[in-house]
């Protein structure tokens, strides 16, 4: 049985997507899935909040909202929705809508075959509908990132993953650690499962969170999880003995 889902949606000035995202989010899980939505604002001077409020009350769909003060990045973003999540499974999506919530089903049903006790089912948008330019630098940053990490994710910057809440609560916190969650959870020796999924273009607005996977902007992050890996143990316990009941 699929435990209790949390949609995360780190976001900031979103207000001329949030709305419609939330309708797909809850026609895709309802009535399947038990699930809320988590909404970290981060720092919008926009109406995000409230737009994704009166849609949540109007269609009935669980919400949190987690209000940053001033805007903190996506990566403190995610962390603050991830801590506040009420679900053991979480769904990360990006606020923009240009990932599609139809494919959570297919995100959830790849988890479900798992066993391990941490995972990560990372979207793959294998058909992005960025400009060249854009691609093309994702392409040269994806090769470098995996070279480096043998991650096993072909796209890094997809905001569409799914996890145990458990699991993100081990990892080490740092800026930009969003893009890193497959390294960082095969560091402790969780699976990684690739999912093939949409991608849509945005719908209003223009984004709000740079995209620093440019290779010469990301590579000291890359530094700092290659020398997190090189220092992660796993023993293999061989008995354990107690006095307790």
Known sequence: MVPFLSVVLPAKNEQGNIGVLIREIHASLSPEYAFEVVLTDDGSDDNTAQVAINTANEIGCQLQVVYHAKSCGQSTALSSGVRHAKGEWIITSDADGQNDPIDYPKLISEAEKLTSQHFCVAGYRKKRLDTAWVRFQSRVANKIRQSLL????????CGLKLFPKA??????????MHRFLPALIKRIDGDIVVCQVNHRDRNAGVSNYNAWNRAWVGIVDIIGVIWLKKRAKHPTVANVYSNQD
């Open 167 to 176: 699991t993100f609560l081990t990892l080490p916190y740092f800026d930009h």
């Open 150 to 157: 043998d991650d096993g994710v072909p796209d890094s910057g």
